[in-house]
């Protein structure tokens, strides 16, 4: 028995033939030593997701009870799995989060864990990703997506960022995104959410109806309703100040954003730079306090150039800008 076996029947693409000798090489007791250097060494190669604690002690506990009831009706099957192997089963899934790891009791699929995925996009970059059920996230700059290759009963992924949701309609299995305490939940709609880190999170809707929702507090999984959303309502989540605030916003701004357009509605030239940096990958920095507070109404497309969005924008706020490689420095 070699390794890259074992490795095969940990996610779950071994062949019929493969996955019977596995079978019988798990029941020798030469197994547990070569199973756990296996074990190990998935664990020493996962990138670390940096997962919520109390969350990663709430699903650890679920999956063991998941293994207890296996045990109890199926005694071919728990013979495979050992009980000083179940830490080790519990670790490799501890980053699909929420209900991803699924038990067969069948003979071909013992055990299979469902791949996660993640996608990230640095400064600059931008991107389209068709998820298994047919939702559509177009994901900003600086942002990531982490979610499962196939999705189980209820469809859940995190986000660290912002990203536009077209999700596929499913009675059945709702679609939740999970950003740091904020759970944001729909069966089918379309939506923005802006979740960066030391940001407040902001959710608006463009089709559908959105419920978000809260965790109220670390040492249990209660959520408490934010709001429930509609068709040009929008909430802005403080965590600081644990406050929301409801707002309106144009359904139409929220598909120019997916289409990769950027509109700035009377916002402040120090936010709007914030943006730039981000989708531009460029450092911009604005000499005088007055200009930082200066208003810009404007839509532009990330298709054009920093240096012409500068220059327009120059000529409406009526300030200079110099651009030297991917400096902008800001003056009167």
Same mark, same amino acid.
């Given at each position: 028995?070699?390794?890259?076996?074992?490795?095969?029947?940990?996610?779950?693409?071994?062949?019929?033939?493969?996955?019977?000798?596995?079978?019988?090489?798990?029941?020798?007791?030469?197994?547990?030593?070569?199973?756990?250097? $296996?074990? !190990?060494?998935? /664990?020493?190669?996962?990138?670390?997701?940096? &997962?919520?604690?109390?969350?990663?002690?709430?699903?650890?506990?679920? &999956?063991?009870?998941?293994?207890?009831?296996?045990?109890?009706?199926?005694?071919?099957?728990?013979?495979?799995?050992? +009980?000083?192997?179940?830490?080790?089963?519990?670790?490799?899934?501890?980053?699909?989060?929420?209900?991803?790891?699924?038990?067969? +009791?069948?003979?071909?699929?013992?055990?299979?864990?469902?791949? @996660?995925?993640?996608?990230?996009?640095?400064?600059?970059?931008?991107?389209?990703?068709? @998820?298994?059920?047919?939702?559509?996230?177009?994901?900003?700059?600086? #942002?990531?997506?982490?979610?499962?290759?196939?999705?189980?009963?209820?469809?859940?992924?995190? &986000?660290?960022?912002?990203?536009?949701?077209?999700?596929?309609?499913?009675?059945?299995?709702?679609?939740?995104?999970?950003?740091? %305490?904020?759970?944001?939940?729909?069966?089918?709609?379309?939506?923005?959410?802006?979740?960066?880190?030391?940001?407040?999170?902001?959710?608006?809707?463009?089709?559908?109806?959105? =419920?978000?929702?809260?965790?109220?507090?670390?040492?249990?999984?209660?959520?408490?309703?934010?709001?429930?959303?509609?068709?040009?309502?929008?909430?802005?989540?403080?965590?600081?100040?644990? %406050?929301?605030? @409801?707002?309106?916003?144009?359904?139409?701004?929220?598909?120019? /954003?997916?289409?990769?357009?950027?509109?700035?509605?009377?916002?402040? @030239?120090?936010?709007?730079?914030?943006? &730039?940096?981000?989708?531009?990958?460029?450092?911009?920095?604005?000499?005088? !306090?007055?200009?930082?507070?200066?208003?810009?109404?404007?839509?532009? =497309?990330?298709?054009? #150039?920093?240096?012409?969005?500068?220059? $327009?924008?120059?000529?409406?706020?009526?300030?200079?800008? %110099?651009?030297?490689?991917?400096?902008?420095?800001?003056?009167?």
């Amino acid at each position: 028995m070699n390794k890259v076996l074992l490795k095969k029947y940990l996610n779950n693409t071994c062949s019929d033939q493969e996955l019977e000798q596995v079978k019988q090489f798990l029941q020798q007791p030469e197994s547990a030593g070569l199973f756990r250097e $296996v074990l !190990d060494e998935a /664990w020493q190669e996962m990138e670390d997701p940096e &997962l919520d604690l109390q969350a990663m002690a709430t699903y650890r506990q679920q &999956l063991m009870q998941n293994f207890q009831n296996d045990n109890e009706s199926s005694q071919k099957t728990a013979r495979l799995w050992p +009980k000083r192997w179940l830490k080790y089963a519990a670790i490799l899934a501890l980053p699909l989060m929420f209900g991803i790891y699924q038990f067969s +009791k069948s003979d071909k699929e013992v055990a299979a864990k469902v791949a @996660l995925l993640e996608v990230y996009n640095p400064k600059g970059q931008r991107s389209q990703i068709t @998820l298994s059920d047919g939702t559509v996230v177009y994901l900003g700059s600086n #942002s990531k997506i982490r979610y499962p290759k196939t999705f189980a009963n209820i469809r859940e992924m995190e &986000l660290v960022g912002e990203a536009f949701f077209q999700v596929k309609r499913d009675t059945t299995r709702p679609f939740i995104i999970h950003t740091n %305490k904020i759970q944001t939940k729909v069966l089918g709609t379309s939506f923005k959410i802006e979740a960066f880190q030391g940001s407040p999170i902001e959710v608006s809707v463009a089709t559908g109806k959105v =419920s978000v929702d809260r965790q109220s507090n670390k040492s249990n999984k209660h959520l408490t309703s934010v709001a429930v959303l509609t068709p040009g309502h929008l909430v802005n989540w403080d965590e600081q100040t644990e %406050k929301a605030t @409801l707002n309106e916003v144009s359904t139409q701004e929220l598909e120019l /954003w997916k289409d990769g357009n950027l509109t700035f509605n009377n916002q402040r @030239l120090a936010d709007v730079v914030t943006v &730039l940096e981000r989708c531009y990958n460029v450092n911009i920095k604005i000499l005088s !306090d007055d200009l930082s507070n200066y208003r810009i109404n404007t839509t532009c =497309s990330l298709n054009e #150039s920093i240096d012409k969005i500068m220059s $327009v924008m120059s000529k409406a706020g009526s300030f200079k800008y %110099k651009l030297e490689h991917n400096q902008i420095i800001i003056s009167n």
